[in-house]
């Protein structure tokens, strides 16, 4: 009885037309595309690594720092010549598991994307068979609105009566098309075929890999085992630079950004070329997001809120177990209440707004390097931060000199309570000595803005202030540089 149904499901239907494939030609001959989904992210890695390299080494666009050169020295407890062995070594296991990966995917075939097409087609007609039925519901007559558009509008007609086409209103072995079908049919067919699908396989493999990223980092945080054996690493650059991006343990490495790549991929039901450019993609904007600037015409760092500002926010010391979300959406961020609420509170983030804002009206002026709203600290609900500040125990015994910056009262106090204990909690990278080392720092930054003339209060060095009046030698001054530092130090 069920071929009996599916028969005549069918047996109406355009044919399908025949086809022949061929190995898909590769991208950049030689390379095989397989080979080249290994190669082309790495490339992406250093070369977009050493652009941002190179203009710090150059010092251009210094007004758009988040920080300074001599922070990058003075702040990271790890030597670049580590980052770069480390990082290496990630990339080694990322391209044997990606050859594994690579063995068990088929080889990609061209030759059968007309084929294909009609099958959509084909599903866009049968779904056709459902509008008289609909009509009736609404009490229309299908029969009778067809029989009026006939004459004039004959496809249109066809498509009321569910799909009941004529042989002339149908295309007839025209280039790019399918005997049987109208060129609506076709038209919608190659859309969904060439770009609707495609770009829900690429949306289902961005949720997949922030969704993967987001709890396991979370929980990386929220575990002292897991964050003080494996993850600190990571954290050693309180100052994050473009090629420390990946520097990790190795099997942090593994679990958190390869394994979770690689599930994305198979989830979305990605062919080779498709992985080449997620794959790609997703390094380019995990690389973007730590490189340590706030540039305005940086289209990655425009396309989501999730950019550099927003993730340097989780590399400081009073926002460490805030703003998980990684690489692409917030999403997670704002649904479960972890994304940083204490705005701009780090005077040192003050020269990169200005400069980047100054021409701005402060009356109008909103946007905030780190993308987080002041205001939400005293009304958001202050899960899961709601007992940090209380098991904060050895936050207790440190001066609050050496608390700074400050954050607002309400949920930004409790997610710096308990960023600064994770700190303290680090004993081999972290510790007190962190914690009074950035307070020094802060206090030089507010005193550099002081110097420079600007008029403020107390509170205002958390606030989104005017951007006028700061004078060009304090971006000057707070840029100053620092012999060797943007070169291969030695460990210290």
């Known amino acids: 009885m069920a071929n009996f149904t599916q028969s005549n499901l069918y047996s109406d239907l355009p044919a399908l037309p025949s086809y022949q494939t061929t190995l898909q030609p590769h991208l950049l001959p030689p390379i095989p595309d397989k080979l080249l989904s290994l190669i082309l992210p790495i490339a992406a890695y250093w070369g977009l690594s050493m652009f941002f390299h190179w203009i710090d080494t150059k010092d251009y666009f210094p007004q758009y720092r988040l920080h300074t050169p001599a922070e990058v020295s003075s702040r990271n407890k790890v030597s670049r010549w580590e980052v770069v062995r480390d ?43 459902a509008v008289p039925g609909l009509l009736s519901l609404v009490g229309l007559d299908a029969v009778g609105i067809a029989k009026s558009l006939s004459g004039s509008y004959p496809v249109l007609a066809g498509t009321i009566m569910g799909g009941q086409y004529t042989t002339f209103q149908t295309t007839s072995g025209i280039a790019g098309q399918v005997a ?4 609506w049919e076709m038209t919608l067919a190659s859309a969904m075929y060439w770009y609707v699908v495609p770009a829900l ?99 990655l760092q425009h396309l989501t809120s999730n950019n550099a500002g927003y993730h340097d926010v989780h590399h400081q010391t009073w926002g460490v177990k805030t703003n998980f979300s990684q690489p ?25 707004k200005v400069a980047a804002q100054r021409k701005i009206d402060q009356e109008n002026e909103r946007t905030t390097i780190t993308h987080s709203n002041i205001a939400e600290s005293a009304t958001q609900d202050p899960r899961p931060y709601q007992d940090d500040k209380k098991n904060a125990s050895d936050l207790s015994s440190l001066p609050l000199k050496d608390q700074l910056p400050l954050p607002p009262p309400g949920k930004a106090d409790l997610q710096a309570a308990g960023s600064r204990q994770q700190v303290l ?48 030698r304090v971006t000057g001054s707070m840029h100053g540089r620092v012999g060797g530092i943007l070169g291969m130090e030695s460990k210290r």
Not at 331 to 350: C, H, I, M, P, Q
Not at 427 to 451: C, F, H, M, T, Y
Not at 455 to 471: I, W
Request: charged residues 20%; glycine residues 8%.
């Open 180 to 183: 049987g079908f109208t060129a």
């Open 328 to 352: 692409f959406f917030t999403f997670w961020d704002r649904v479960l209440g972890t994304v940083w609420t204490g705005g701009d509170v780090s005077a040192r983030y003050e020269k990169a």
């Open 87 to 129: 990082v290496v070594i990630q990339q080694v296991v990322q391209m044997a598991v990606g050859w594994l990966l690579g063995m068990t995917e088929p080889d990609d075939f061209v030759g059968k994307e007309v084929y294909d097409v009609a099958v959509w087609a084909r599903r866009i007609r049968i779904a056709q068979r």
């Open 201 to 299: 396989q690429y949306g289902i493999a961005i949720l997949v890999v922030d969704t993967w990223q987001y709890f396991l980092h979370r929980a990386m945080h929220m575990n002292k085992w897991m964050y003080n054996t494996f993850h600190s690493r990571h954290h050693r650059l309180y100052v994050p630079y473009a090629y420390g991006a990946l520097y990790n343990h190795p099997f942090e490495g593994f679990l958190l950004d390869i394994l979770g790549a690689s599930i994305a991929y198979k989830v979305a039901g990605m062919n080779t070329r498709q992985g080449i450019w997620f794959f790609t993609g997703s390094t380019l904007k995990t690389v973007d997001d730590h490189c340590g600037y706030s540039l305005p015409w940086d289209p």
């Open 425 to 472: 909690d680090d004993q081999k990278d972290g510790g007190q000595p962190v914690l009074i080392q950035e307070a020094a720092e802060e206090k030089e930054a507010r005193s550099l803005l002081n110097r420079s003339g600007r008029r403020r209060t107390a509170s205002s060095l958390s606030q989104t202030d005017s951007l006028k009046g700061l004078k060009d």
